[in-house]
Structures are given as C-alpha cells and as structure tokens.
C-alpha cells in the first residue's frame, strides 16, 4: 500500500509538472491568435491538439488520486501547480474569444454611473458609423451622429477595445451582482483584462477554499480537489479567454455546502445569489427546499407542515433572486435586450437540440427543454436522499440533462459542473478532451462550412458523454 501510495504521488507530481509546462506554453502560444490576425492563418488544429493532450495528463492525475493517501506535502503541491498555471494567463491574448471587452465595456459603464441595460455598443460609437465608406460615395452626405455623451465617453476611454465589444446591437446580458465584479475590475484599472483576471483568480482561490471545506464535510480527500483546480480546459476559458464563469463558483459552493450540513435556507440563498450571477443555478433550488420539505416531515410526521417548509425555502431563495434581477428587468432596453435575445434565439455548438429544432421547430423545442429539464428534476426529487453523496449525484444528473439538451453548448460552461465533479465524477468530465474541437467553428465559419461544424464536429464533441 505504501508502495502504491508512493507511485501514485510520483505520478501526480510527473502530471503537475506536464501540465505546468503545458501552461507556461499555452501562454506563449497564445500570441499567435493575436485579434488582429486572419483566423485562418491560426495554427488552430495545434492548439486542439495541445488542449487534448492536456486533457490526457489531466485525467490520468485524477486516476492517481483515487489511490493517494493525502498529505500535507502533496495537497501544496497541487494548490501551488494550479495557481501557477492560472498566474500564467496573465498578459495573453485571448484565444478566439471576445466576451472580456463586453465585460470591460459594462464595468467601464458601472464604474461611470451608467446603465449597462440601456444603450447598446452601437448607440455609444464616438464617431459615426460607416461615414468613411458613406464619404467614398459620390453626393452621399453622412447622417448626423449624436450618441449618448458621457456613453461616448466611456466608449472613446476603451479605444480599441472598445471596437471589439461582440454583438454591438444589444445590451448587456449580464445580470446586476456580475455587473458589480465587472465594475470591480473597472475600478481597479479601466479597460484591462488583467485586473479583470485578478478579481477572477480571488473568486477562484475562494472556490479552492470552499472546495476544500466541502471535500472534509464530505469525508472525501482533500486532493479530489484537483479535478476543478487542475482542469485544463477550465485554465484556458477562464483565465485567457476571460470567460466570468469563475465568479458563479463560490455561490454555487455556498449553495451545496449549505445543502451538505443541512441549513437549507443558506442553500436556497446561495442558489438564488449564483442564479443572480447566472441565471440557470435557479433550476438547483428546489434540492434546498425538497430537502428541507423531508427533514420537516421527518421531525414532524406532517405533511402539510412539510410543504409549508418546502414554500418558505423556495419563497426565499425567489426573493433574492428577484431582489437582485430586478434592476436588470426593470430597466432593460427591451427592443435591444441581449438577455431576452440569449433566450429566445441564440444557438451556438447545440447537440440534441438540433434534433429537437428540426423536428418541433425553435420555439417548441425551447419549450421541450424546459420541460425535459424539469421533468428530470422532478424525477430526481422524488427520492429522498441517503445521503449528501446521493444528493451531489443526482445534481450531476440534472445538469447533464440540461447540458446536452441546451441550445449553447459552449465549452466554459463545463465550469459550471466541474465543483459537483469533484465529489461525483461523470462522464461529463471527457468534454474536458472534446471541448477544445469547438476551436474548429472559426475557420470553418470563414470557410463558409458551418455545416460541417453543426453536423459532424458538435455530435463527435458530445456523443462520447453519452456512450
């Protein structure tokens, strides 16, 4: 045992180490995505293949942890390997990915006093749009340009960055609580990826501490830890693309720790607060408020006692919720609002919800996954639980449903479950190595081959999660 113990560590220590090279090369490589470079000049089929070999070492480490006894030497160890391979990031282009200039862009509008529901990117364009092309036909005058001044303003402070913001005809989708970790950054330094990564690696190095809290309540080993903070694909989306996932974390860890030890408003609160960061965690709350329904009902012996408790608990958790969208749902720009476009159009690397659309139509196949979603969520509910395992287990399962069947698979949303992986591993965790294909979207979407993308490399990313 001891031998095995031993090989085992030599064997993280090896992949720690490979996966530290990995990042330090990740980090140079990244410069040859430069924004202004023509994607197909990329070398994007190098960098798939540098993501899946990441994967590999990635997932060999965590068959060596199952046969590691922990200790204090080997947990640094691998606390300190996943801060560094986070730290690299700092100073690199984001690799084929442009959400951090629409969070610059609110957190700059925040920091200002402005409402980032209200005037869209293109409303807020210093100089007129299109007038050099207008200009360069005979006996066409420009239309007169007159954005919003102290928008303008803030829009002129971004400069390039500023030109870089995607989807410049709507407004923000970003719910109020992300909006002030956007500002945060802002505050710390306008207009800088950066500051904006720093105040994810604090959010990060919370969830580590959270994880860490959760591992011991579980009685599991502090060193499972590593399949959130060694995660490849997670290091690259969040820290270099900049992807806000990392700040979602620490509400859903206090949404489960609070499910764990059994204080079930603290969970439904927790829930409600990641839901105001991002809204698809609301869909966890009723685990808090079920669980509190069977523990009433337990002490009690009275139903009806028992969904009074399951009402207050899920009444609650709606009232954060609301409380903090309010200011996002109010005062919305409806005819230019990102938040109700990301509902009711927006597909991006969808799996089988192309199934769904092509045999229901969008709208009614948006509608099934709600309602498949939901079912699955019933169906999971009506078992009471053995055990906080049991529970974890069946939260894996919802957002596995929830992550095959929506219409946006994009890879950072791997994050979201990755936490839940620690104590429940699924198959979920292969998109780890499947993931990094949705690389290939951009140079085919130049190529005018999307098809090909839609059709063969989105199936060949999520098919193995089923098998």
Not at 167 to 182: C, Q, R, V
Not at 200 to 209: F, G, I, K, R, Y
Not at 361 to 382: E, K, Q
Not at 396 to 404: D, K, N
Request: one cysteine or more.
């Amino acid at each position: 045992m001891i031998r095995l113990t031993r090989k085992s560590e030599t064997v993280i220590v090896i992949c720690g180490g490979l996966l530290l090279l990995w990042a330090g090369g990740l980090a140079l490589f990244a410069s040859a995505f430069d924004y202004t470079r023509p994607i197909l000049d990329r070398p994007t089929e190098a960098l798939i293949a540098l993501m899946m070999a990441a994967a590999l070492v990635y997932f060999i480490a965590i068959r060596a942890t199952i046969k590691v006894v922990p200790k204090r030497s080997i947990i640094g160890f691998a606390v300190v390997v996943g801060a560094l391979m986070r730290l690299f990031m700092f100073g690199t282009e984001p690799i084929y990915e442009d959400d951090s200039y629409r969070y610059l862009w609110d957190g700059a509008q925040v920091r200002a006093g402005l409402n980032p529901y209200i005037v869209t990117p293109y409303e807020a364009r210093p100089d007129p749009p299109y007038n050099d092309l207008i200009r360069s036909i005979p006996g066409a005058t420009p239309e007169p340009w007159s954005p919003p001044p102290a928008h303008a303003k803030v829009a002129r402070e971004g400069g390039e960055s500023f030109y870089r913001v995607a989807y410049p005809l709507l407004t923000s989708i970003y719910p109020p609580i992300t909006e002030g970790f956007f500002a945060l950054a802002a505050f710390v330094k306008p207009w800088s990826l950066d500051a904006w990564r720093a105040v994810m690696l604090v959010a990060e190095a919370v969830s580590l501490v959270g994880l860490f809290v959760i591992m011991r309540a579980l009685n599991r080993s502090p060193l499972w830890v590593i399949v959130y903070w060694w995660n490849p694909l997670l290091v690259r989306e969040v820290m270099n693309a900049g992807h806000m996932e990392a700040i979602l974390i620490p509400f859903l860890l206090l949404g489960w720790w609070g499910l764990i030890k059994g204080r079930h408003y603290l969970s439904a609160i927790g829930w409600a607060l990641a839901g105001a960061v991002k809204i698809w965690p609301l869909v966890l709350l009723p685990f808090a408020a079920v669980a509190k329904g069977h523990r009433t009902q337990q002490n009690t012996q009275s139903p009806t006692s028992s969904i009074v408790s399951m009402a207050l608990v899920a009444g609650a958790g709606l009232v954060v919720f609301a409380a903090f969208l309010a200011p996002q749902l109010l005062t919305q720009n409806r005819s230019h609002s990102g938040l109700i476009a990301y509902t009711l159009d927006w597909q991006t690397n969808a799996f089988l919800f192309r199934g769904l659309q092509a045999l229901l139509g969008d709208n009614v196949a948006r509608l099934m996954v709600a309602v498949v979603v939901i079912g699955s969520l019933i169906w999971m509910l009506r078992i009471r639980f053995s055990s906080p395992h049991a529970e974890t287990r069946a939260i894996v399962s919802v957002m596995w449903v929830f992550l095959l069947l929506s219409p946006t698979g994009y890879p950072w949303y791997l994050v979201w479950v990755l936490p839940f992986l620690c104590a429940a591993p699924s198959s979920l965790l292969l998109l780890t190595l499947t993931q990094p294909l949705y690389m290939l979207r951009f140079p085919l979407g130049v190529e005018d081959r999307t098809d090909i993308f839609q059709d063969f490399v989105s199936p060949l990313i999520f098919a193995p999660v089923i098998g």
